[in-house]
């Protein structure tokens, strides 16, 4: 069965807001304080980073997987290496915004060797990295510049040209750790353009950032660094997304 294309599909479909929680392989610490996430109403568990070998990788799914339940893990990998046969699925990225072979077609082709007999769901996902100009980890680890916000004609002919290739899904990324997220018009645009469910992260620290996200057209919005800084922050947006996914039914 394929529960996160399920998911994905659904919230976009619906016009319902998900949440995910990005998990830092190299940070993870395994705690019984994380048992609450179960039933905490949490959409999905991103594990990856720029940086990362296998083995804390494998570690951090395998452990996360004893405490969420029926939540589906998912590798965000930063590079053919971030592989793991425990993981629910893979968003299998293509870093289409920039023009650096490795991380267009290269990886992918010894990413496809390592994950050809694990069984994992396979999300075709279009990943394109947009900021004011801010370079950080994932701009270094593939040698790729952000777009600006400000090319949205850009930004909307690559995410077009992502989708006649066949890409399901697409991810605007500003970055981990951003000081200014996706702007709103980038992701109006990439939404009504694509018509594809849309991940959106980078920067997301406030509440208000992420309904700002969620009104301008992400159905799912991924959240690191903040609630690495304070982990009352997931609590905090999961209510905020329940509130506001009733609101819609009402409306
Ligand atoms: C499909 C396969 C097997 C590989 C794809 C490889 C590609 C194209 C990766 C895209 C480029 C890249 C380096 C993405 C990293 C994405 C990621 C997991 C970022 C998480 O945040 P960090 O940048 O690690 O944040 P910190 O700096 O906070 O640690
Ligand atoms: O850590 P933050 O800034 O929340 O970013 C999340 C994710 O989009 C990074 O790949
Ligand atoms: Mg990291």
Redesign the pocket.
């Known amino acids: 069965m394929k529960r996160i294309n399920k998911l994905l599909k659904g919230l976009s479909k619906s016009g319902q807001k998900g949440l995910a929680w990005?998990v830092?392989p190299?940070?993870y610490q395994e705690s019984p304080q994380l048992e609450w996430i179960e039933n905490s109403g949490l959409d999905l568990i991103?594990v990856?980073?720029?940086?990362?070998n296998a083995e804390a990788l494998d570690f951090t799914i395998r452990s996360l997987k004893a405490l969420s339940g029926k939540i589906p893990i998912c590798?965000?990998?930063?590079?053919?290496?971030?592989?793991s046969e425990h993981a629910d699925g893979?968003?299998?990225?293509?870093?289409i915004s920039g023009t650096n072979p490795?991380?267009?077609i290269t990886?992918?082709v010894?990413?496809?060797r390592?994950?050809e007999h694990l069984g994992l769901e396979i999300l075709p996902t279009g990943?394109l990295?947009v900021n004011e100009g801010e370079i950080?980890?994932?701009h270094k680890?593939?040698n790729?510049l952000p777009l600006l916000n400000s090319e949205v004609d850009r930004i909307r002919l690559i995410a077009l040209a992502g989708k006649y290739l066949g890409l399901k899904y697409f991810y605007l990324?500003a970055?981990?750790?951003a000081k200014a997220p996706v702007s709103n018009s980038v992701i109006q645009t990439v939404k009504k353009t694509v018509k594809s469910p849309l991940i959106v992260g980078g920067g997301l620290d406030s509440l208000e950032k992420v309904k700002k996200a969620f009104d301008a057209g992400a159905d799912l919005v991924v959240l690191?660094?903040a609630i690495?800084k304070d982990p009352g922050f997931l609590a905090e947006v999961l209510k905020a997304k329940r509130w506001y996914n009733q609101l819609l039914n009402i409306n």
């Open positions: 990005l830092d190299e940070k991103l990856g980073g720029s940086s990362g590798i965000f990998p930063g590079s053919k290496d971030q592989v893979i968003l299998f990225l293509s870093l490795e991380y267009l990886q992918q010894e990413g496809a390592a994950i990943y990295l950080l980890s994932v680890a593939s790729t990324e970055g981990s750790g690191g660094n690495e």
